[in-house]
T-cell receptor, first 112, second 117 residues
Framework: KQEVTQIPAALSVPEGENLVLNCSFT??????LQWFRQDPGKGLTSLLL?????REQTSGRLNASLDKSSGRSTLYIAASQPGDSATYLC???????????FGTGTRLKVLA | EAGVAQSPRYKIIEKRQSVAFWCNPI?????LYWYQQILGQGPKLLIQ????????DSQLPKDRFSAERLKGVDSTLKIQPAKLEDSAVYLC???????????????FGQGTRLTVV
């Protein structure tokens, strides 16, 4: 069964700290992996998209890495700010079925 | 470029009533997805369309949920009759890809928040 999990489920850090969010998937045959941000009561905002042939993608203070062989992706947030507080979701497109499966999410709170 | 449009934004119904949600994907996007997101959980894929054909509906509760995508553009998701556990946000997404996923990923609408009382 193709599944995606994220740890931790919730994270609270002081402002300015660098942090890492984790995403694991059960099937290494993936097409791409996408990280999203979701604010309370809002839709999903795409942050970074990594193709299966890529190892990492960067946007501003965000860096996402992909290790297909171990079934893992990490989202690194540098110098966290209170405005980064949100739920972060990863979604994997699995090869073959082309299903677009979401992880369980990590609720991040950055304290001022 | 216009994004994925969904309506209504909010809906409150009593259990056993019926409800319908509408989604207009980004123009030219072949793939359309409906997700159910229960509070505190990640979105769960209900159904995936490729143009007007169903690619996957394995997690759609077919005894009460139905979806269609006429002419391969707009889509509607219907629940009849609704249960209390159907309270959730229903998200619609679209992607450019044909039979292969899009390299640009998926784009999401704002969602419809359904409350069943």
């Amino acid at each position: 069964k193709q599944e995606v999990t994220q740890i931790p489920a919730a994270l609270s850090v002081p402002e300015g700290e660098n942090l890492v969010l984790n995403c694991s998937f059960t099937d290494s045959a993936i097409y791409n992996l996408q990280w999203f941000r979701q604010d309370p009561g809002k839709g999903l905002t795409s942050l970074l998209l990594i193709q299966s042939s890529q190892r990492e993608q960067t946007s501003g203070r965000l860096n996402a890495s992909l290790d297909k062989s171990s079934g893992r992706s990490t989202l690194y947030i540098a110098a966290s700010q209170p405005g980064d507080s949100a739920t972060y979701l990863c979604a994997v497109t699995f090869s073959g079925t082309y299903k677009y499966i979401f992880g369980t999410g990590t609720r991040l709170k950055v304290l001022a | 470029e216009a994004g994925v449009a969904q309506s209504p934004r909010y809906k409150i119904i009593e259990k056993r009533q019926s409800v319908a949600f509408w989604c207009n994907p980004i123009s030219g996007h072949a793939t359309l997805y409906w997700y159910q997101q229960i509070l505190g959980q990640g979105p769960k894929l209900l159904i995936q369309f490729q143009n007007n054909g169903v690619v996957d509906d394995s997690q759609l509760p077919k005894d009460r949920f139905s979806a269609e995508r006429l002419k391969g553009v707009d889509s509607t998701l219907k629940i009849q009759p609704a249960k209390l556990e159907d309270s959730a946000v229903y998200l619609c997404a679209s992607s450019l890809g044909g039979w292969a996923p899009s390299a640009l990923g998926a784009f999401f609408g704002q969602g419809t928040r359904l409350t069943v009382v």
